[in-house]
């Protein structure tokens, strides 16, 4: 800890590190998500037997919520607590995605990928807030270091996961969809 620093900034060492693994795993959850959804939509389309156009709607829909709440996102954790915000974006993106693996059809599946790019914006809003109110100077930018390499990790895990999470799934032998958001 630097000593110049405020009382009110600095973290005891085991409370950083919650911190920034509280703040992180959200947004690797939003990576891994995006791509094993971006590498699955060719199955997608045949669980849902979409056409093209239909199919680029399941991407769409996530980046226009996202990017249309992400400011807004911001105002809310300035308001009501960067914490809340976090918090509320994780309960919203994982009901969302429960939303996705029940999809009957695949304009629910689209309403829900919505939905989650509402609480996926939330989720970096909040995550992007709490780091830089928990950490001061060097500690900063080593823990915004961190939070971009776990992003990182979720970026490169997603496609493989991708691949793997069906093949887990159907150990009895049986043929699954290779999308592990959505039941068919």
């Given at each position: 800890m630097v000593t110049g620093e405020p009382t009110a900034t600095r973290l005891r060492p085991r409370h950083g590190l919650l911190v920034l693994l509280c703040t992180s795993m959200p947004a690797c959850m939003l990576q891994l998500d995006?791509?094993?959804?971006?590498?699955?939509?060719?199955?997608?389309?045949r669980s849902f037997d979409a056409s093209f156009a239909g199919i680029e709607w399941v991407i769409t829909a996530y980046l226009l919520s996202f990017a249309s709440f992400l400011l807004p996102a911001g105002t809310l954790a300035d308001r009501f607590g960067r914490k809340e915000v976090l918090i509320t974006g994780l309960s919203i993106f994982s009901l969302a995605s429960l939303a996705c693996a029940a999809a009957p059809?695949?304009?629910?599946?689209?309403?829900?990928?919505?939905?989650?790019?509402?609480?996926?914006?939330?989720?970096?809003?909040?995550?992007?807030?709490?780091?830089?109110?928990?950490?001061?100077?060097?500690?900063?930018?080593?823990a915004f270091a961190f939070w971009g390499t776990v992003i990182g990790a979720?970026?490169?895990?997603?496609?493989?996961?991708?691949?793997?999470?069906?093949?887990?799934?159907?150990?009895?032998?049986?043929?699954v969809s290779i999308h592990p958001l959505v039941r068919r």
């Open positions: 995006n791509n094993i959804v971006s590498v699955s939509l060719p199955a997608i389309g059809d695949l304009t629910t599946l689209i309403v829900a990928r919505a939905v989650q790019g509402a609480g996926g914006a939330m989720m970096i809003s909040g995550s992007l807030a709490a780091l830089s109110h928990a950490f001061q100077g060097p500690a900063r930018a080593r979720g970026m490169a895990a997603g496609p493989s996961l991708a691949a793997w999470l069906p093949s887990g799934w159907a150990g009895n032998g049986r043929s």
